[in-house]
């Protein structure tokens, strides 16, 4: 209670999404039940501790089992547990599981060791396909389109030229050679996989052509909802937005998503927190490395 009256003024402030409110609600629902069982548990335990503290010509009357008291020991917090379960799945339900809008903006965020790169998608509002074999300096997302597929063909190919340019002047049988030959097997894999692309249909191949990416910060529109998908490049990460009551893992090798609605645009959310300097935040909420500290990017919520 100290620590409420003492500190609740630097916790989060309100909720800037739809759907944050009723997670707040959740969270409050569980700290109250939380709250009740602790204080009557240690009541319960002070209370028994005083009556039947040790004496000597008391002896304790001993039973093996009550059936009456396992059904009730089990019931109640199964009760109890369903309740908060089926409540708290109502709202994950409402922000992953169910269709985003067809509507929304949509957003990729692809972390990697140590930054953030906020994807948006064009006037089609589709997001580009994308392959880890198509990453490059020039394309770190790895999106495909004819440009990047052809790009990275040449790139590749002037690669292995270049290796097996190497190879002739190394010893044979050497570890150099093993390193060689092995690099120049893994590019020609990698060569046939990007080439493969080619065979992709055209809508396909221009997905990603209007795809704009951004670093450091992204806006979004306040009152329209927002659907995020989220991939990694290395490790896993956590696309974590507190003022939006908002989490995510990001998993190399698959797609995760969510999809809310921010209510409060960052100039309105200044006023009522009377700090000027007041940013809502991406950040990472996995320990992910040595770095990881530095993974955050500011959101900016705006009028459309």
């Known amino acids: 209670a100290w620590l409420i009256y003492e500190y609740g003024g630097v916790t989060l402030p309100e909720s800037a999404s739809e759907h ?3 997670l707040d609600m959740i969270m409050n629902f569980n700290l109250w039940i939380i709250s009740v069982v602790m204080i009557i548990t240690h009541i319960f335990l002070f209370y028994f501790a005083f009556k039947y503290v040790y004496n000597k010509d008391r002896k304790a009357y001993y039973y093996t089992h009550s ?3 396992e059904l ?17 799945l109502s709202a994950w339900i409402d922000m992953t599981i169910k269709d985003a809008p067809e509507d ?5 965020l692809y972390p990697k060791q140590f930054d953030w790169t906020a994807r948006y998608a064009g006037a089609d509002s589709t997001l580009g396909a994308s392959n880890y074999n198509m990453i490059s300096a020039t394309n770190p997302l790895g999106v495909i389109t004819s440009t990047s597929v052809a790009q990275m063909a040449s790139d590749l190919k002037a690669e292995i030229a270049e290796l097996e340019e190497d190879l002739t002047s190394v010893p044979e049988g050497g570890i150099k050679e093993k390193e060689i030959t092995e690099t120049i097997a893994k590019r020609k894999r990698q060569l046939e996989k990007v080439e493969s692309f080619n065979g992709l249909d055209a809508a396909s191949l221009a997905g990603g052509d209007d795809d704009v990416l951004v670093k450091n910060e992204f806006y979004v529109p306040r009152g329209r909802e927002v659907n995020f998908v989220f991939r990694s490049r290395d490790v896993i990460h956590s696309a974590y937005m507190p003022h939006f009551r ?3 893992n990001c998993v190399p090798g698959m797609t995760t998503q969510f999809h809310f609605k921010p209510t409060i645009t960052t100039e309105e959310m200044k006023a009522k927190t009377q700090d000027d300097e007041f940013e809502y935040y991406l950040l990472c909420n996995k320990i992910c490395g040595a770095a990881h500290y530095n993974m955050k990017m500011v959101i900016k919520v705006v009028e459309e």
């Open 20 to 22: 944050g409110s009723n």
């Open 67 to 69: 059936n009456k008291l």
């Open 72 to 88: 009730l020991w089990t019931t109640v917090p199964a009760l109890v547990l369903a309740v908060i379960i089926v409540y708290g």
């Open 104 to 108: 929304g903006v949509v957003i990729e």
């Open 246 to 248: 908002a989490q995510m």
